[in-house]
């Protein structure tokens, strides 16, 4: 299944919905893929996480409801690891400033 081949470790095992057809031999006729949506350890780490699992969820063709809902899901998680990024590296930059001052007396 496409969610498979794009989730890497984070799709699991698919399983199959199977009917017996007229000939007796069984057909897949639908299937799912478990798709384990895992934080990072650091914000940029969460967001290639989250990019990984998003295109997992949008592989097939015509992605069903689910599948849009664990997009939009890797989508929520992932702004709002930017926002936890972005915030670090503004409390960094005024640290950093503050450190560069330069005190005069006369």
Known sequence: MAHQAA???FA???SYKKVKGPDGKEYAVA???PIKIIKGNTPEETIKNMQQIKAAALAPADPSPQ???????A??????AAQEMHSKNRDSNSQNDSNKS???YA
């Open 67 to 73: 599948d849009l809902k664990v997009a939009q899901t």
């Open 31 to 33: 299937g799912e893929v």
């Open 102 to 104: 330069i005190d005069f």
């Open 75 to 80: 989508d929520m998680i992932a702004a709002k």
């Open 7 to 9: 989730g890497g470790g």
């Open 12 to 14: 699991g095992a698919p």
